[in-house]
């Protein structure tokens, strides 16, 4: 019906907007009302996916591990009894439409998804700040306040998070990549929450075998002593906010990754930044992906 | 990445050339010395530039034309255009000499590697992370030949890394490989604006969001061609040079098509036949005019170069199509001309769309062809890295060539990716080299190549009649409603259903096409209610047991197959019968039109399939295609190439 002008006129009546990242489709302007997941309108994601991307992404959102915040009552939680990582919550499953999605982020590297994947990020790590307010005791006074948990940690002074951080990268592979995908991730939490980020793990070797080619015992061994503190952020960090942390007796830690598979990674960097705080930490971790 | 600016002096000829940054220290000064021969010298800064810069001033150096400059006005040039953006500082030279005679013996080991590699990598367009890996693929492939020589003589070293930067510092130093940045920056004086990938020609990049921890700075990134590996501003790109043995020929007068080729070998029809020398005499008359150019006297082709310069040779001149009507037979008439550009010695690149295709024919050229050196590309292929000279390959294999094919035949422009994206035919021209010819296959040209043929400005050839020789089918038109307002009603219209009893009578096989791929089952499963004996099928993209739908119905178990433009293409069935529903839908355009009408009659034993447009209303799209169908018929007609049975009847135009 609309052809040759008509066509013209109607696309300065309605300017083309920008296309959805992934699979570079026209996205209408509609703004999502699913309502199963009542959070997910507040995201906007419409802005960077088309519709059918975001119907793609299957959402973690039942969780029945505690621990690992896995959607099934997992035997690997169960079997260890004490961990240095606390918790940890993710945004999606990691299944073979994800796999793809962070394909292009991590290996391909395309960087506009960074944004794109801290903003998933969010959901997750709002269940980990109510775990924070559960582990203190403080449902009923953050209850009454009616805000989201991230926001109202932020405005307490003996609770909330200290910082943010992310899994580093081997200076290699850093070349080789140009990015380090969770510290990108970690960023824009860092932004969109207030939360101060510091660098504060660093690589003391570099693994030979990509970690996505081993198996579970392999990486468990691979793990260990990988990961130590960065003591020169550490220090601009206790210089920086010194009257906020001497309030405190303990310090929560977040940490950002983009999968968790077994956690021999995260528990790693949790023991890491355990061997070098001066007092006692609460390491909890946000993964984009969960296996 | 950083790179240096280096000035080569070779004495009769000076010119700037792009290096690598790692000439800091002494001991590689020396080895980038030990590359150099007996007069030449190396003048080196010691500013460290980013890659796009550097690549933009030594496109600035090199665009001057007029005769030699010396060592002392090249660094002017030099600092003048850096002045020009800005970089405003005092350059000292380091000046490189050859080394002894004895240092440089040893240097002559590398040259058979350096010979080797120059080998791998002509007309190549390579990341430095794809360069690592052909260089480490091709040498494992020759240590495995090397090795069961070296068992028989007993001695064999392995080559090591410092050979292999011997061979690249030689390469770059001497031009015949060329260090580029990935994305060229066209005029820094202008801003960002002005970039583009030099890999897809995309001129819309993408700004990181944080600082790259290569070079420290916002890279900037092409998010089009990213499944090749990312190329962004400081990814150093290598292209190799394609020395064509084609340039080699001073004369051509004993090089025709007539006596270089047995062109009876290839079975053809008159038709093909005809269409085929076409092509191949507009190869011959291209190549010869160069050659003649080439060698005239050093004033006249100074005088050439001039004109070209001041005005861009027409990008058609370089072009030849060949419109052959669907069924046609195509894929026979590439072989004469592959044969013609092999026997001159020049390379040949056979580009198609479709991974498909390129795995069907395949294993036809490898018979045809037995002791070419063939090489098929497509994406997770395993003889990416592989030397060949006929390379066969899907579309975006191509943006890793540059300037390295004498003939590049292009299947199908008009289908998928070329379709609407004009970025994909720059990367075809620029696999070609200038002096060589593009030949273009398709049956329904793009509007505008179109257009460029009523100007008078395309070389090209009709080819309006099948293999068969019998006319196309012409479509009939049927007034239907909407495919979702029968959906919606639950019926099938009486004058379609009609139409279907009497094809699946007449013991064919029946395509229908739909818009959408969500409509596709449930108008199988309405058919299936008014012909309930019959076995009727959809499929899709988005169907996983597609191949096996499309064996089945090409074996009759399958009567009805519904589908969508997918199968547009490329798939002949015999005793096919063709029905377009929604013909009007914006989708279907001219193009996919005549190819869907193309699905019928395709065998020689029932030539008269027939061919419905089911729509609504009657428009632009379906009166071109039908105007497009009747005026090959007629051209068949009065170029004599119709069985004797159709001449002189008038019903073909009008049927």
Same mark, same amino acid.
């Given at each position: 019906?609309?052809?040759?002008?008509?066509?013209?006129?109607?696309?300065?009546?309605?300017?083309?907007?920008?296309?959805?990242?992934?699979?570079?489709?026209?996205?209408?302007?509609?703004?999502?009302?699913?309502?199963?997941?009542?959070?997910?309108?507040?995201?906007?994601?419409?802005?960077?996916?088309?519709?059918?991307?975001?119907?793609?992404?299957?959402?973690?959102?039942?969780?029945?591990?505690?621990?690992?915040?896995?959607?099934?009552?997992?035997?690997?939680?169960?079997?260890?009894?004490?961990?240095?990582?606390?918790?940890?919550?993710?945004?999606?499953?990691?299944?073979?439409?994800?796999?793809?999605?962070?394909?292009?982020?991590?290996?391909?590297?395309?960087?506009?998804?960074?944004?794109?994947?801290?903003?998933?990020?969010?959901?997750?790590?709002?269940?980990?700040?109510?775990?924070?307010?559960?582990?203190?005791?403080?449902?009923?006074?953050?209850?009454?306040?009616?805000?989201?948990?991230?926001?109202?940690?932020?405005?307490?002074?003996?609770?909330?998070?200290?910082?943010?951080?992310?899994?580093?990268?081997?200076?290699?592979?850093?070349?080789?990549?140009?990015?380090?995908?969770?510290?990108?991730?970690?960023?824009?939490?860092?932004?969109?929450?207030?939360?101060?980020?510091?660098?504060?793990?660093?690589?003391?070797?570099?693994?030979?075998?990509?970690?996505?080619?081993?198996?579970?015992?392999?990486?468990?061994?691979?793990?260990?002593?990988?990961?130590?503190?960065?003591?020169?952020?550490?220090?601009?960090?206790?210089?920086?906010?010194?009257?906020?942390?001497?309030?405190?007796?303990?310090?929560?830690?977040?940490?950002?990754?983009?999968?968790?598979?077994?956690?021999?990674?995260?528990?790693?960097?949790?023991?890491?930044?355990?061997?070098?705080?001066?007092?006692?930490?609460?390491?909890?971790?946000?993964?984009?992906?969960?296996? | 990445?950083?790179?240096?600016?280096?000035?080569?002096?070779?004495?009769?000829?000076?010119?700037?050339?792009?290096?690598?940054?790692?000439?800091?220290?002494?001991?590689?000064?020396?080895?980038?010395?030990?590359?150099?021969?007996?007069?030449?010298?190396?003048?080196?800064?010691?500013?460290?530039?980013?890659?796009?810069?550097?690549?933009?001033?030594?496109?600035?150096?090199?665009?001057?034309?007029?005769?030699?400059?010396?060592?002392?006005?090249?660094?002017?040039?030099?600092?003048?255009?850096?002045?020009?953006?800005?970089?405003?500082?005092?350059?000292?030279?380091?000046?490189?000499?050859?080394?002894?005679?004895?240092?440089?013996?040893?240097?002559?080991?590398?040259?058979?590697?350096?010979?080797?590699?120059?080998?791998?990598?002509?007309?190549?367009?390579?990341?430095?992370?794809?360069?690592?890996?052909?260089?480490?693929?091709?040498?494992?492939?020759?240590?495995?030949?090397?090795?069961?020589?070296?068992?028989?003589?007993?001695?064999?070293?392995?080559?090591?890394?410092?050979?292999?930067?011997?061979?690249?510092?030689?390469?770059?130093?001497?031009?015949?490989?060329?260090?580029?940045?990935?994305?060229?920056?066209?005029?820094?004086?202008?801003?960002?604006?002005?970039?583009?990938?030099?890999?897809?020609?995309?001129?819309?990049?993408?700004?990181?969001?944080?600082?790259?921890?290569?070079?420290?700075?916002?890279?900037?990134?092409?998010?089009?061609?990213?499944?090749?590996?990312?190329?962004?501003?400081?990814?150093?790109?290598?292209?190799?040079?394609?020395?064509?043995?084609?340039?080699?020929?001073?004369?051509?007068?004993?090089?025709?098509?007539?006596?270089?080729?047995?062109?009876?070998?290839?079975?053809?029809?008159?038709?093909?036949?005809?269409?085929?020398?076409?092509?191949?005499?507009?190869?011959?008359?291209?190549?010869?005019?160069?050659?003649?150019?080439?060698?005239?006297?050093?004033?006249?082709?100074?005088?050439?170069?001039?004109?070209?310069?001041?005005?861009?040779?027409?990008?058609?001149?370089?072009?030849?199509?060949?419109?052959?009507?669907?069924?046609?037979?195509?894929?026979?008439?590439?072989?004469?001309?592959?044969?013609?550009?092999?026997?001159?010695?020049?390379?040949?690149?056979?580009?198609?769309?479709?991974?498909?295709?390129?795995?069907?024919?395949?294993?036809?050229?490898?018979?045809?062809?037995?002791?070419?050196?063939?090489?098929?590309?497509?994406?997770?292929?395993?003889?990416?890295?592989?030397?060949?000279?006929?390379?066969?390959?899907?579309?975006?294999?191509?943006?890793?060539?540059?300037?390295?094919?004498?003939?590049?035949?292009?299947?199908?422009?008009?289908?998928?990716?070329?379709?609407?994206?004009?970025?994909?035919?720059? =990367?075809?021209?620029?696999?070609?080299? $200038?002096?060589? @010819?593009?030949? !273009?296959? %398709?049956? &329904?040209? *793009?509007?505008? +190549?179109?257009?460029?043929?009523?100007?008078?400005?395309?070389?090209?050839?009709?080819?309006?009649?099948?293999?068969?020789?019998?006319?196309?089918? =012409?479509?009939?038109?049927?007034?239907? $409603?909407?495919? @979702?307002?029968? !959906?919606? %009603?639950? &019926?099938? *219209?009486?004058? +379609?259903?009609?139409?279907?009893?009497?094809?699946?009578?007449?013991?064919?096989?029946?395509?229908?096409?739909?818009?959408?791929?969500?409509?596709?089952?449930?108008?199988?499963?309405?058919?299936?209610?008014?012909?309930?004996?019959?076995?009727?099928?959809?499929?899709?993209?988005?169907?996983?047991?597609?191949?096996?739908?499309?064996?089945?119905?090409?074996?009759?178990?399958?009567?009805?197959?519904?589908?969508?433009?997918?199968?547009?293409?490329?798939?002949?069935?015999?005793?096919?019968?063709?029905?377009?529903?929604?013909?009007?839908?914006?989708?279907?355009?001219?193009?996919?039109?005549?190819?869907?009408?193309?699905?019928?009659?395709?065998?020689?034993?029932?030539?008269?399939?027939?061919?419905?447009?089911?729509?609504?209303?009657?428009?632009?799209?379906?009166?071109?295609?039908?105007?497009?169908?009747?005026?090959?018929?007629?051209?068949?007609?009065?170029?004599?190439?119709?069985?004797?049975?159709?001449?002189?009847?008038?019903?073909?135009?009008?049927?």
């Amino acid at each position: 019906m609309f052809n040759g002008g008509w066509r013209s006129l109607l696309n300065v009546l309605l300017p083309y907007s920008t296309p959805c990242i992934i699979c570079s489709t026209p996205i209408s302007a509609h703004p999502i009302n699913d309502n199963s997941l009542p959070w997910l309108s507040q995201l906007k994601l419409e802005k960077d996916l088309c519709r059918q991307c975001i119907h793609e992404i299957s959402w973690l959102d039942k969780v029945l591990c505690r621990r690992c915040g896995r959607s099934i009552r997992c035997p690997d939680c169960q079997h260890k009894l004490q961990s240095a990582l606390w918790v940890n919550r993710s945004a999606v499953r990691y299944n073979e439409q994800m796999k793809q999605w962070l394909h292009r982020y991590k290996f391909q590297g395309d960087e506009r998804l960074s944004i794109l994947f801290g903003k998933m990020l969010l959901p997750a790590v709002e269940q980990v700040s109510l775990q924070l307010i559960n582990r203190y005791g403080l449902e009923e006074s953050w209850r009454k306040s009616r805000k989201l948990p991230t926001a109202w940690l932020q405005h307490s002074t003996t609770y909330g998070w200290d910082a943010v951080t992310a899994v580093p990268l081997s200076v290699q592979r850093l070349q080789e990549r140009g990015f380090n995908q969770a510290e990108r991730l970690a960023s824009v939490i860092s932004t969109h929450c207030f939360i101060p980020y510091y660098n504060l793990l660093s690589r003391t070797h570099h693994s030979l075998v990509r970690h996505s080619h081993q198996g579970r015992q392999a990486r468990v061994m691979d793990s260990k002593e990988q990961y130590s503190g960065n003591i020169k952020q550490w220090h601009q960090w206790l210089n920086e906010n010194g009257t906020a942390i001497s309030k405190r007796e303990t310090l929560n830690i977040l940490i950002v990754d983009d999968v968790y598979t077994t956690g021999s990674t995260l528990n790693a960097c949790a023991e890491a930044l355990l061997r070098v705080s001066p007092l006692p930490l609460v390491v909890a971790s946000v993964t984009w992906a969960r296996s | 990445m950083y790179c240096k600016i280096g000035l080569m002096d070779k004495g009769v000829d000076t010119y700037a050339i792009l290096l690598p940054d790692e000439l800091r220290h002494n001991g590689q000064c020396q080895q980038w010395a030990a590359c150099l021969s007996q007069n030449d010298s190396l003048y080196v800064s010691n500013v460290r530039l980013t890659l796009t810069i550097g690549d933009w001033l030594c496109r600035k150096l090199r665009s001057y034309q007029g005769g030699r400059r010396t060592i002392a006005q090249l660094e002017q040039a030099v600092y003048t255009a850096l002045d020009s953006i800005g970089i405003a500082m005092s350059i000292d030279w380091v000046k490189l000499k050859p080394l002894s005679e004895q240092h440089r013996n040893s240097h002559t080991r590398y040259m058979n590697l350096c010979s080797q590699v120059l080998q791998w990598v002509q007309g190549r367009k390579l990341l430095y992370d794809e360069w690592l890996g052909l260089v480490k693929d091709q040498l494992q492939v020759r240590d495995g030949i090397d090795a069961n020589c070296a068992t028989s003589s007993g001695q064999h070293q392995p080559i090591g890394e410092a050979e292999l930067l011997q061979a690249w510092r030689w390469l770059l130093l001497y031009g015949h490989m060329q260090l580029r940045s990935a994305v060229e920056w066209q005029d820094p004086r202008k801003g960002r604006t002005e970039l583009r990938c030099l890999r897809c020609y995309e001129n819309n990049l993408i700004r990181a969001v944080g600082k790259c921890r290569y070079c420290g700075e916002h890279c900037y990134y092409c998010s089009s061609c990213l499944q090749l590996g990312r190329s962004r501003t400081c990814a150093p790109l290598l292209i190799g040079r394609y020395y064509s043995p084609i340039i080699k020929h001073t004369s051509y007068a004993s090089l025709t098509p007539e006596h270089l080729l047995e062109i009876e070998r290839f079975s053809l029809s008159d038709a093909q036949l005809m269409a085929t020398n076409h092509a191949l005499s507009f190869v011959y008359n291209r190549l010869s005019r160069y050659a003649e150019q080439t060698t005239l006297g050093y004033y006249r082709r100074k005088h050439l170069i001039y004109h070209e310069r001041h005005q861009e040779p027409d990008p058609l001149s370089s072009q030849f199509l060949l419109w052959a009507v669907t069924g046609a037979g195509k894929t026979e008439m590439i072989f004469p001309l592959v044969a013609y550009m092999v026997a001159l010695g020049g390379r040949v690149l056979l580009a198609t769309p479709r991974r498909d295709v390129v795995l069907e024919l395949s294993p036809r050229l490898h018979k045809a062809f037995p002791e070419l050196s063939i090489v098929t590309l497509y994406g997770g292929s395993g003889e990416r890295w592989q030397y060949g000279q006929l390379v066969l390959a899907t579309t975006h294999q191509l943006m890793r060539y540059q300037h390295g094919f004498d003939l590049v035949i292009i299947d199908e422009l008009d289908a998928f990716p070329y379709h609407g994206d004009k970025r994909l035919y720059r =990367v075809a021209a620029e696999a070609r080299t $200038p002096h060589g @010819v593009t030949i !273009l296959l %398709s049956a &329904t040209p *793009p509007s505008y +190549l179109q257009k460029e043929i009523h100007r008078g400005r395309l070389a090209h050839i009709k080819l309006p009649v099948r293999y068969h020789r019998h006319p196309l089918p =012409v479509p009939i038109r049927l007034k239907v $409603p909407l495919v @979702v307002d029968q !959906l919606r %009603s639950y &019926t099938i *219209p009486r004058p +379609l259903i009609r139409a279907l009893q009497q094809s699946l009578a007449e013991e064919a096989q029946v395509f229908i096409f739909l818009q959408r791929i969500a409509h596709t089952e449930a108008y199988a499963k309405l058919l299936r209610l008014s012909f309930p004996d019959i076995n009727i099928e959809a499929t899709s993209s988005q169907d996983a047991a597609r191949t096996e739908k499309v064996m089945l119905f090409r074996q009759r178990e399958i009567r009805v197959l519904v589908t969508t433009t997918i199968l547009e293409r490329g798939v002949t069935v015999p005793r096919s019968h063709v029905y377009i529903c929604d013909a009007e839908a914006e989708l279907f355009d001219e193009a996919s039109l005549v190819q869907m009408a193309g699905r019928a009659g395709r065998s020689s034993d029932a030539p008269n399939g027939k061919v419905y447009f089911l729509s609504q209303q009657w428009s632009t799209a379906q009166k071109r295609a039908i105007k497009q169908i009747k005026s090959m018929n007629r051209l068949a007609m009065q170029q004599g190439y119709l069985l004797p049975q159709y001449l002189g009847e008038r019903g073909i135009e009008d049927v």
